[in-house]
């Protein structure tokens, strides 16, 4: 499989088939029992084998958050970084190291408020890295306060009337950014969670997976129509490259374009099979990506898309940044760091 993974082709392969056991390190893992983050971790863990890298080559940041506790509980290399910083640090070692992989675990309140500025630039940049986004609309290691995406009217220790602000959509964020791969997937579901995983590690440069996780203490059952069996498939719409848009227990429900060019949720009975909308995620633009992004509700999760919404080929960053560096070599020879810091391009502060 990993012959087919550009954004790997360049990092060494292990010497010897892997197991989960195998990516599991000898830290107890401390998250509140029956936390969403659990669920996660054994999907990584589980899925990190079928790269066939050595461990020593991955290499997993975080910032500051209950999710960032992450790389304790790797049996590769990691950092657990400042608050809001790991796409940062992780492009530096994108950019200087190709023989890596680098993944950034961070959560809704580390990457979208103190760290929004990075979480943008990096994928601007398309920098080749794989940032997975717990979203839980909390603040839980700071015990419950609203965070970035929280809806509008949660009321928390830090807005009992309800908050105020209106929230963010990360993938609507990612994609108005130009990032190049965007899915949103569940914690619960491991057989999706795994399937986007696979197609996120199989892209070059940034790709933003945002994962929809329960915080049982402090946002118990904040995705529970998404989960509760009863409820999933009214609710939820499956994103998948090629097929039509189509949803509900027994897909009677689509993704049409109306007259006016917005798209909307229409009963296929009504409007026909051949009204139903296509998913394209390699289309350049990413207008209808972007539409999709917003069709679900924030307070009852109605209409709510999973699965990748966007995934085009664009140089990655630091592959530019290498190429670059080549070329100017090649020309011009080393560059001398000491000239460059001994030179006329100087000046004195008083």
Known sequence: MTDTLPSLTLVPKADSPQSAKDFKSDQEVRWCPGCGDYAVLAAVQGFLPELGLRRENIVFVSGIGCSSRFPYYMNTYGMHSIHGRAPAIATGLAVTRPDLSVWVVTGDGDS???????????LRRNVNLKILLFNNR??????GQ??????????TKSTPQGSLDYAFNPVSLALGAEATFVARTIDSDRKHLTEVLRQAAAHEGTALVEIYQNCNIFNDGAFEPLKDSDTRDDVTMRLVHGEPIRFGKDLE????????????????????????????????????????????NPRTLENTPIGVFRDIERPSYDRLVRDQVADVTAREGVGDLQSLLTGSDTWTVN
């Open 112 to 122: 979208l408020s103190i760290g929004g500025n990075h979480l943008i630039h990096a």
């Open 138 to 143: 909390i603040y839980g290691l700071t015990k």
């Open 146 to 155: 609203y965070s970035p995406t929280s809806e509008q009217g949660k009321i």
């Open 253 to 296: 429900k689509g993704v049409i374009r109306t007259d006016d060019g917005h798209i909307t949720v229409a009963d296929v009975a009504e409007v026909g099979e051949d009204a139903i909308l296509r998913h394209d995620a390699h289309a350049k633009d990413p207008g209808l990506a972007f539409a999709l992004s917003r069709l679900s």
